[in-house]
């Protein structure tokens, strides 16, 4: 457990101006990105959640505090991704920082390799129990999907019905349904199986789309035909 006299990583240093240029770049980011689900305004950046999610759960390894135990496990993750021997704390310090900016990069962002250090820097830090994070007002859910991404416990929630689907459906549906396999009926009514939520939201849509072409034109006379008959009561 980390004592409350030792201040967290954020609290002595952190890299801004790396996680500010992953950030910016993360805008024109489109195919896959998850802030391509639904627009949503202001929406936190991806890459400044998963920057400052360990910030604010690691311990700073230059603090007196720090727990000893952390310290040895966190060498032995980050020696994963190079070969330095980070002896002393200040080193150790300077090299979680250096992750956390390599970590904020969105090609970083699903590797296996950086997912694991991550989820074991956290556990490291918290070996008792699993660190809750607690989004209230969660909007498009970059924070609560970062802090997914690390291996924390998540509450989200939004006052706006709109933020709350896009919540259920990027924290729940996708994880839960991502590779799933789903049985449809094709154009003839045959049964198919449909490989992925993605795909089977494509042929969702395409039917929908076709069904709304077939009957939006008759739509104008129909409503044409309600007027009349409203205004002769």
């Given at each position: 457990?980390?004592p ?15 996680v500010?240029e ?9 195919h896959?990105?998850?802030s391509?689900?639904h627009?949503?305004w ?6 400044a ?5 360990p ?10 505090d ?9 060498r032995?993750?980050?020696?994963k991704?190079?070969s ?16 956390i ?12 390799l ?5 989820r074991?820097?956290?556990k490291?830090?918290?070996?008792e ?6 989004d209230?007002?969660a909007g498009?859910g ?5 802090a997914l ?6 509450f ?27 049985k ?6 045959k049964e ?5 939520l993605a ?7 395409k039917?929908?789309?076709?069904e709304?072409?077939r009957n ?6 129909r ?7 409203f205004?002769?009561?």
């Open positions: 457990m980390i409350a006299t030792c201040k967290r990583l954020i609290e002595v240093d952190f890299p801004i101006a790396k500010s992953h950030s910016a770049r993360e805008k024109s980011i489109r896959g990105h998850p391509t689900l627009l949503w202001a929406r936190r950046p991806l890459a959640c998963r920057a400052v999610l910030g604010l759960l690691l311990p700073a390894p230059t603090e007196a720090c727990p000893p135990d952390f310290k040895t496990k966190a032995v993750l980050l020696k991704r190079h330095k021997a980070l002896t002393t704390d200040a080193e150790l310090q300077d090299d979680l920082l250096a992750f900016g390599e970590f904020a990069d969105w090609d970083h962002a699903a590797n296996a950086y997912l694991e250090i991550g074991g820097l956290v490291a830090a918290h070996p129990e699993t660190p809750v994070v607690v209230p007002f498009g970059s924070i609560p999907l970062e991404r690390l291996g924390c416990e998540t989200a929630s939004d006052l706006n019905p709109v933020a709350c689907l896009i919540l259920k459906t990027l924290l729940e549906d996708i994880p839960r349904y991502g590779n799933a396999d789903f449809l009926a094709d154009g003839e009514g198919i199986v449909v490989h992925g795909d089977q939201r494509r042929r969702d849509s039917w929908y789309s076709n709304g072409k939006l034109p008759m739509l104008p006379y409503v044409a035909r309600r007027a009349r008959a205004s002769t009561r």
